[in-house]
């Protein structure tokens, strides 16, 4: 049996190994770090590496060395271990594995048979900003699994029509979501027998007892689904900190553009951590 002080702040950082990291990573996760170091918390490294085909272990080696570089400290993480181990999402499938079965047994989530071409033709755009998703017309939604037959299917979570989700951001202040309209049907396991996001996000958060999620604020729309996620498994839902978007110069978002400068390419052109810190203080929100 494990005994932690869950009055304690447990934060956490969850890159996904699928590049090299860049600023835009680094500015985030100082956030972090630096939410969990003004609580007196701990900080925890979770390695996102369940997108078998985008992920790659060389990534996870210069993720290690580049945050190690830039100044990351985490007392739990792949390197070093610690009570709610494994780290690595990849090594956690029984953990997923039971958290679909319990949304299964409280008929929370459906099988779906759409392809992707059905998709685009009958989804609608989402209503909120920065969200990508559309919107899941609901076709499978009365669909059992004995009806499954041999077809491939994924599983979605049954949004609540029109249920309003609202929380209070740490940093960004009250937020309100309608279920429904910013964002529809969200699938939690993948085609491909892969955990969506949403699903592995939540088990994790909740298993490693983490406190305070700090992210982009591109994510704030997926924190409405994965409070309704909470809310269907009966789990504590942590606090939430979401960062603005990180932008060039020119006010485009940095994960939108694909030349932009990794951290070990900074640090091959002489930039040390100081100095990229000190030019997010220059520039707030936009970095070179
Ligand atoms: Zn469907």
Same mark, same amino acid.
């Given at each position: 049996?494990?005994?932690?002080?869950?009055?304690?702040?447990?934060?956490?950082?969850?890159?996904?190994?699928?590049?090299?990291?860049?600023?835009?990573?680094?500015?985030?996760?100082?956030?972090?770090?630096?939410?969990?170091?003004?609580?007196?918390?701990?900080?925890?490294?979770?390695?996102?590496?369940?997108?078998?085909?985008?992920?790659?272990?060389?990534?996870?080696?210069?993720?290690?060395?580049?945050?190690?570089?830039?100044?990351?400290?985490?007392?739990?993480?792949?390197?070093?271990?610690?009570?709610?181990?494994?780290?690595?999402?990849?090594?956690?499938?029984?953990?997923?594995?039971?958290?679909?079965?319990?949304?299964?047994? %409280?008929? #929370?989530?459906?099988?779906? =048979?759409?392809?992707?071409?059905?998709? !685009?033709? &009958?989804?609608? +755009?989402?209503? *909120?900003?920065?969200?990508?998703?559309?919107?899941?017309?609901?076709?499978?939604?009365?669909?059992?699994?004995?009806?499954?037959?041999?077809?491939?299917?994924?599983?979605?979570?049954?949004?609540?029509?029109?249920?309003?989700?609202?929380?209070?951001?740490?940093?960004?202040?009250?937020?309100?979501?309608?279920?429904?309209?910013?964002? %529809?049907? #969200?699938?939690?396991?993948? =085609?491909?027998?892969?955990?969506?996001? !949403?699903? &592995?996000?939540? +088990?994790?958060? *909740?298993?490693?007892?983490?406190?305070?999620?700090?992210?982009?604020?591109?994510?704030?729309?997926?924190?409405?689904?994965?409070?309704?996620?909470?809310?269907?498994?009966?789990?504590?839902?942590?606090?939430?900190?979401?960062?603005?978007?990180?932008?060039?110069?020119?006010?485009?978002?940095?994960?939108?553009?694909?030349?932009?400068?990794?951290?070990?390419?900074?640090?091959?052109?002489?930039?040390?951590?100081?100095?990229?810190?000190?030019?997010?203080?220059?520039?707030?929100?936009?970095?070179?």
């Amino acid at each position: 049996m494990i005994s932690t002080n869950r009055t304690s702040y447990r934060g956490r950082i969850a890159p996904s190994p699928t590049g090299y990291l860049h600023v835009g990573h680094a500015k985030t996760f100082w956030a972090a770090q630096e939410r969990a170091r003004q609580a007196g918390g701990m900080l925890v490294l979770r390695n996102e590496d369940l997108d078998r085909a985008r992920c790659k272990a060389e990534f996870v080696e210069a993720m290690l060395q580049d945050l190690h570089w830039f100044g990351f400290k985490w007392q739990e993480g792949p390197d070093v271990g610690g009570p709610f181990a494994p780290y690595n999402q990849s090594k956690r499938h029984s953990f997923y594995r039971e958290t679909l079965a319990k949304l299964e047994r %409280g008929g #929370f989530i459906y099988p779906c =048979v759409c392809s992707r071409k059905d998709l !685009q033709t &009958a989804a609608r +755009a989402p209503h *909120a900003e920065d969200d990508e998703e559309p919107i899941y017309p609901g076709t499978c939604r009365g669909l059992k699994l004995e009806q499954i037959a041999n077809r491939k299917f994924c599983w979605r979570f049954r949004v609540p029509d029109g249920g309003k989700i609202s929380f209070d951001d740490g940093n960004l202040g009250a937020q309100r979501f309608v279920a429904g309209k910013d964002f %529809g049907d #969200f699938v939690v396991w993948r =085609v491909d027998d892969v955990p969506a996001y !949403q699903l &592995a996000c939540v +088990a994790d958060d *909740a298993a490693m007892e983490i406190t305070e999620v700090v992210r982009g604020a591109d994510l704030l729309v997926s924190t409405a689904r994965q409070l309704l996620l909470y809310r269907a498994l009966a789990l504590a839902a942590p606090s939430f900190y979401h960062c603005p978007l990180v932008t060039d110069a020119s006010g485009v978002r940095l994960a939108k553009r694909h030349d932009v400068l990794s951290l070990r390419q900074l640090r091959a052109k002489g930039e040390t951590p100081e100095s990229i810190r000190r030019s997010w203080q220059l520039n707030k929100n936009s970095v070179q």
